[in-house]
């Protein structure tokens, strides 16, 4: 069984920074890649950043290209979430989520989620 705990939700101003962490606990696997989701109340989940190790790349939502970054490591199945100048329809609850094979889009195919992190943003 692998898990997947997040890390680092919060509150914060409108114009704040949050960093959000996820690591990979339980059995040993190879993730293709990991990336973050988040679910608004009343709204379904939406992709918001992925990073790919086999090619090095990342992707981002549009809602939060500029604002956001995402880093990780391949080996030690880590990833974090950089978000800077935040809004409040950032407000969400995030989730880690990882694959460990090449579904052919980098929003879809997620193998393993996370619990979630509450992230408010206040305006």
């Known amino acids: 069984q692998v898990q997947l705990v997040e890390s680092g939700g919060g509150l914060v101003q409108a114009g704040g920074s949050l960093r959000l962490s996820c690591a990979a606990s339980?059995?040993?696997?190879?993730?293709?890649?990991m990336g973050w989701f988040r679910q608004a109340p009343g709204k379904e989940r939406e992709f918001v950043a992925a990073i790919t190790w086999s090619r090095g790349s990342t992707h981002f939502a549009d809602s939060v290209k500029g604002r956001f970054t995402i880093s990780g490591n391949n080996f030690l199945n880590t990833v974090t979430l950089q978000m800077n100048s935040l809004k409040p329809e950032d407000t969400a609850i995030y989730y880690c989520?990882?694959?460990?094979?090449?579904?052919?889009?980098?929003?879809?195919?997620?193998?393993?989620w996370g619990q979630g992190t509450q992230v408010t943003v206040s305006s």
């Open positions: 989520a990882a694959k460990s094979y090449d579904s052919g889009t980098y929003y879809s195919g997620y193998d393993y």
């Open positions: 339980g059995r040993r696997f190879s993730s293709y890649a």
